[in-house]
């Protein structure tokens, strides 16, 4: 913020009002490029209320586009260099290409870019972007506090949908049954419960790791460890249940961390007593064992996972295309009659849709965001007890497996849970990067 200021310092005169103009004119984009954590945070936060199927919302995508602006004119006004490189931009890059092509292919529609958007384009932006913005202990710290307020935000909004109190849900636009799915579940502004349940299991560990380094204590601890299982539970989605016990099971018996292990302890039996008591009401006991009992989703799944597996045989290398896509899967399944087909599975869908490129290049997508995360040589770049410091490092394959688990079970086209995945990764890079350029 020194530099910044130091390169817009001017003497004006009272005698030149053009001057005088040109840097009152100038003196907002001054603030966002001696701040741009700030702009970063705050269309993250838009990126939280908007759902691909809710109201029309087009503010986040304007932040993004000054995100990007500030990110890359800061960077010429202090002449650093715009470090675009890294392992995961270039699978990254060219999953954006073959979805760019497949989308100028298809009948234009705002649906279509706006699930490119999500899938593609803003992961790869904020992975470029964070990596300029998230520099110093002040910035990890800005996130992590942002990180912390939207856990806290979601898991009160599931608690008051769970025990009935709707008047305290905000914003209004999560109970409107005509938006969205799952209206019978806590979905938060996502309007989906498993993209709620995710969001709250990836933040979840993010908390839990404040934990670890005694940022969260006392009554906020108290709350983490009684909040979260609830919050998890009202979304009623088992693959989130699923990857939010597995997360949990593997830091209690893993972590290097004793006190990280005692919480995630403590945070089992915390949700053992939750779901006994949720459960002993007859309301949400009936609840429960009619969505574990529900059979129908697993038979669409099955029937849609052989169609799909049928279609990669047939066009193996390059794939489909997302328009033709539709139209085979609308002849193949026959038992279910919807407008749309999804595949309920991000590998299938790549696979099917891209072809074995597609899937290639995600999986290497993928290996590179582990190899991030490497607990190699960090040293004051990660420094001891900061966000994203050494320990973190141990907690990210989970943080990872947690995404993956999910995106099992569903298409990520959530764009506020890949901003924050890949944005962290981000982060994770830059303090490699500099350490390898500088040393610990």
């Known amino acids: 913020m020194a530099a910044v200021e130091q390169v817009f310092a001017r003497d004006v005169g009272a005698s030149d009002p053009f001057a005088t103009f040109v840097s009152a004119a100038l003196r907002p984009l001054h603030w966002l490029m001696a701040a741009p954590s700030v702009t970063f945070l705050a269309m993250l936060g838009l990126m939280l209320f908007h759902s691909p199927d809710g109201p029309p919302f087009i503010y986040d995508r304007l932040a993004l586009g000054i995100l990007i602006f500030v990110v890359f004119l800061r960077a010429c006004v202090l002449r650093e260099p715009l470090w675009v490189g890294g392992s995961v931009t270039w699978p990254l890059l060219a999953l954006l290409l073959l979805a760019l092509r497949d989308a100028l292919a298809q009948t234009y529609t705002a649906e279509v ?10 992961p790869i932006a904020l992975y470029i972007a964070a990596a300029h913005v998230f520099q110093g202990k002040s910035e990890l710290h800005q996130f992590e506090t942002f990180a912390l307020l939207a856990f806290a935000y979601l898991s009160l909004t599931s608690i008051f949908f769970i025990a009935g109190f709707k008047t305290f849900i905000f914003p209004r636009f999560i109970l409107d049954e005509s938006l969205g799915i799952h209206a019978d579940r806590a979905r938060g502004p996502f309007l989906q419960a498993v993209a709620n349940g995710l969001a709250l299991n ?12 005694r940022r969260l204590r006392g009554v ?26 597995t997360s949990i099971a593997a830091l209690a018996l893993f972590s290097s961390s004793g006190r990280l292990r005692r919480a995630c302890l403590a945070i089992l039996f915390c949700g053992a007593v ?5 459960v002993s009401l007859t309301d949400h006991h009936r609840s429960l064992d009619e969505r574990l009992q529900e059979n129908g989703p697993v038979a669409f799944r099955v029937e849609i996972y052989k169609a799909g597996w049928e279609m990669f045989l047939r066009k193996s290398v390059t794939g489909w295309g997302g328009k033709e896509m539709q139209v085979e899967l609308s002849h193949r399944i026959s038992d ?19 072809g074995v490129i597609g899937l290639s290049l995600y999986l290497w997508m993928i290996f590179e965001l582990f190899r991030v995360g490497r607990r190699g040589s960090v040293g004051k770049y990660s420094p001891r007890d900061s966000f994203l410091d050494h320990e973190f490092r141990a907690l990210w394959p989970i943080f990872l497996f947690v ?38």
Do not use: C
């Not at 870019?113 to 803003?122: G, P, Y």
């Not at 990836?202 to 380094?213: E, P, Q, V």
């Not at 279910?336 to 891209?354: A, D, G, K, R, S």
């Not at 490699?432 to 040393?439: A, F, I, K, Y």
């Open 113 to 122: 870019w706006s699930v490119f958007a999500a899938k593609w384009f803003v």
């Open 202 to 213: 990836l933040l979840g560990l993010i908390a839990l790791d404040s934990f670890r380094r």
């Open 220 to 245: 906020w601890a108290l709350l983490l460890m009684v909040v979260w299982p609830l919050a998890i539970l009202a979304t009623k989605t088992r693959a989130v249940w699923l990857s939010f016990a």
């Open 274 to 278: 939750v779901l006994a008591a949720v």
């Open 336 to 354: 279910f009659q919807q407008e749309e087909y999804y595949f309920h599975n991000t590998f299938l869908e790549i696979l099917v849709q891209y």
């Open 403 to 440: 995404y993956l688990i999910n995106a099992m079970f569903v298409v990520m086209n959530y764009q506020f849970v890949n901003g924050l995945v890949f944005s962290i990764a981000a982060m994770l890079n830059a303090q490699n990067r500099r350490t390898e350029l500088h040393g610990s």
